[in-house]
């Protein structure tokens, strides 16, 4: 049932840097745009850092510079590598595997990890 595996995030000091992993199947990875998005309470959930099956990325212009996202599409794994990290990163990261290519579509997300910017 559990087809995305977060891990990574905690605490970490302004400044700090911290990765985030997510793995998925084979058969999801392979076909999915991976994505990381992010939420605070009461705000809406933000798109982060998504990345295409050929390598193409964007992010929100808030993180470009110091967030970094990439595949390992030998382990099906996705990162985002969060460096010079500041308060307002503060947020629950959920990792995002999405198919709208081919059928069957899916829209599947992660449990969510913690990630917490504090001195």
């Known amino acids: 049932q559990v087809q995305l595996v977060e891990s990574g995030g905690g605490l970490v000091q302004p400044g700090g840097s911290m990765r985030l992993s997510c793995a998925a199947s084979?058969?999801?990875?392979?076909?999915?745009?991976m994505a990381w998005y992010r939420q605070v309470p009461g705000m809406q959930r933000e798109l982060v850092a998504g990345v295409t099956t050929g390598g193409n990325t964007n992010y929100v212009d808030s993180v470009k510079g110091r967030f970094t996202i990439s595949r390992d599409n030998a382990k099906n794994t996705v990162y985002l590598q969060m460096n010079s990290l500041k308060f307002e990163d503060t947020a629950v990261y959920y990792c995002?595997?999405?198919?709208?290519?081919?059928?069957?579509?899916?829209?599947?997300w992660g449990q969510g990890t913690q990630v917490t910017v504090s001195s």
């Open positions: 995002n595997a999405r198919n709208v290519r081919l059928q069957p579509f899916w829209d599947l």
């Open positions: 084979r058969s999801i990875f392979s076909i999915s745009v």
